[in-house]
């Protein structure tokens, strides 16, 4: 039980960081945002057909009744990519992941009401933690500031992908993590193919490897594997647990955008880091 507790903790960081390049990669790339979500999502679904076909995975749907679900969760997967594509373009890598990450305390607001559970009042009190190191981290609370703005795509980001887990979760017992991602990715390319006559494409010779990138290793390895993942964990476990996700991304942003976090973007994570921690331990115990 212990062994398997680590494997599926193990599994959740490791989808975790792959999605944390989705920072550096939404940062570097100099295209629309709706754009580079039309495609990230046209190479994933290439990428995941792919490895459905290879691994022989059932992509049939049992009901029809699940179609509108997939079609809502996609729209909300979608809106979640842009606005958190514009908040890393308004600010930076570090502003733009832990401004996201509030999106933990809205799921443990929203999940009781959605699943009818009972209410956990330590995952309000993580999520608070959460908040508090985004507080550390905003800066005057000006709406003319791109940092400010940032903050505010980051957080109707949050909503949107807090939305999208919840609408998934009910599903994730019945089909594959990689092909619950496949559909996604094919609906959001439907969706999104507008995009491509009413916004500038110009630049898309110069960036497909990196477009091609955020479509392999954050979409198509890192998001099957964090959907996978909701089935050993309640969604606020694995939502709080995955928050150590800006941590790696202000990584990689050093690494290859030289960003320089500051004091504050320190404390911020740090408090963030906690609560990881704390809910990777408290998971254990259960």
């Known amino acids: 039980m212990q062994n398997n507790h680590i494997k599926n903790v193990a599994g959740i960081l490791t989808a975790t960081f792959f999605i944390s390049t989705s920072g550096v990669l ?3 790339i100099a295209m629309p945002s709706e754009v580079i979500v039309w495609f990230r999502s046209a190479f994933a679904v290439v990428l995941l057909y792919a490895f459905c076909r290879f691994k022989k995975i059932n992509l049939s749907i049992e009901s029809s009744k699940h179609y509108a679900p997939f079609l809502i969760s996609a729209f909300f997967m ?3 990519w842009i606005t958190y594509f514009y908040a890393l373009k308004k600010s930076n890598v570090a502003i733009g ?8 305390v809205m799921i443990a607001l929203l999940e009781p009401l959605v699943f009818k559970i009972k209410f956990n009042p330590i995952h309000i009190v993580l999520g608070l933690l959460v908040l508090l190191g985004i507080y550390i981290l905003a800066p005057d609370l000006n709406l003319e500031s791109s940092n400010m703005q940032g903050i505010l795509f980051g957080l109707l980001s949050a909503l949107c992908y807090s939305i ?6 009910q599903y994730v017992i019945r089909y594959n993590g990689v092909m619950l991602m496949f559909y996604q990715t094919l609906i959001i390319t439907i969706f999104l193919v507008p995009v491509l006559f009413f916004m500038d494409v110009s630049g898309f010779e110069s960036q497909y490897p990196y477009l091609l990138m955020l479509a392999l290793l954050t979409t198509a390895i890192g998001h099957s594997l964090m959907v996978h993942s909701l089935q050993f964990f309640s969604v606020s476990t694995a939502s709080i647990i995955s928050s150590v996700q800006p941590i790696f991304g202000i990584i990689l942003a050093f690494i290859f955008l030289n960003e320089i976090p500051t004091l504050n973007t320190f ?3 740090a408090l963030i880091l906690a609560t990881v921690v704390i809910e990777s331990l408290r998971s254990k115990s259960k």
């Open 26 to 28: 939404g940062k570097y």
């Open 78 to 80: 979608a809106a979640h």
């Open 97 to 104: 992941m832990l401004s996201l990450y509030t999106f933990p």
């Open 164 to 169: 999208r887990i919840l609408i998934l979760k």
């Open 267 to 269: 404390f911020g994570g």
